[in-house]
């Protein structure tokens, strides 16, 4: 059974660089069709794509965050990760890591259990 | 503001039937792009629903289904339970941002 765990510091100071990581278990991060999300979610709103890796390091990213995202991928570790940077308070969420298909419309059928960043001073 | 409207809420009593829109755009499903569903527990990871529309995964009951027509979808959901009390998201892909979209989410009520 494919498992997905997030790891990072709960908080964030403002203008700063949020980093997270993802642990991929039970299955190979370089497996084909395969691809990998981090999706967050504010408090009291609603999921928003953040972007995608690919095992070859390809990356796709939602353009209201492009300028600020930056993912990779390290096949040795079995991991990707995720740099937002210079965040504001509006930033503060729960980041989940995730696995979608690469066609389909990319549905996403493994999630991490989620974890809760703050930025505050 | 989402790119997917939802509806932000919906309740119905144990064993009726209750169904959650999805609107899109050309850009989305109306382009002909699927949808996909996922059901979220609060402080549990999402789990997918309905994917590509109307299949469902193994071990969700057939009580859920979805539809897809023109730059809308559905997910019907019959004989409520109160475990089906939840936040339910529909997702698609959008080629204008070239990525992944969500709805804003619903939440379901279990009266």
């Known amino acids: 059974q494919l498992q997905l765990q997030e790891s990072g510091p709960g908080l964030v100071k403002p203008s700063e660089t949020l980093s997270l990581t993802c642990t991929v278990s039970g299955g190979s991060i370089s497996s084909s069709n395969y691809y990998w999300a981090w999706i967050r979610q504010p408090p009291g709103k609603g999921l928003e794509w953040i972007g995608t890796?690919?095992?070859?390091?390809?990356?796709y990213y939602n353009p209201s965050l492009k300028s600020r995202v930056t993912m990779s991928v390290d096949t040795s570790k079995n991991q990707f990760s995720l740099n937002l940077s210079s965040v504001t308070a509006a930033d503060t969420a729960v980041y989940y890591c995730?696995?979608?298909?690469?066609?389909?419309?990319?549905?996403?059928?493994?999630w991490g259990l989620g974890t809760l960043v703050t930025v505050s001073p | 503001q989402s790119v997917l409207t939802q509806p932000p809420s919906v309740s119905g009593a144990p064993g009726q039937r209750v169904t959650i829109s999805c609107t899109g755009s050309?850009?989305?499903?109306?382009?002909?792009?699927?949808v996909h569903w996922y059901q979220h527990l609060p402080g549990t990871a999402p789990k997918l629903l309905i994917y590509t529309n109307i299949n469902r995964p193994s071990g969700v009951p057939d009580r859920f289904s979805g539809s897809k027509s023109g730059t809308s979808a559905s997910l019907a959901i019959t004989g409520l339970q109160a475990e089906d009390e939840a936040d339910y998201y529909c997702?698609?892909?959008?080629?204008?941002?070239?990525?992944?979209?969500f709805g804003g989410g619903t939440k379901l009520t279990v009266l």
């Open positions: 995730a696995r979608h298909r690469g066609s389909n419309s990319w549905p996403v059928d493994y």
């Open positions: 050309t850009s989305n499903i109306g382009a002909g792009y699927d």
């Open positions: 997702q698609s892909y959008d080629s204008g941002l070239s990525g992944a979209v």
């Open positions: 890796v690919y095992y070859t390091g390809t990356t």
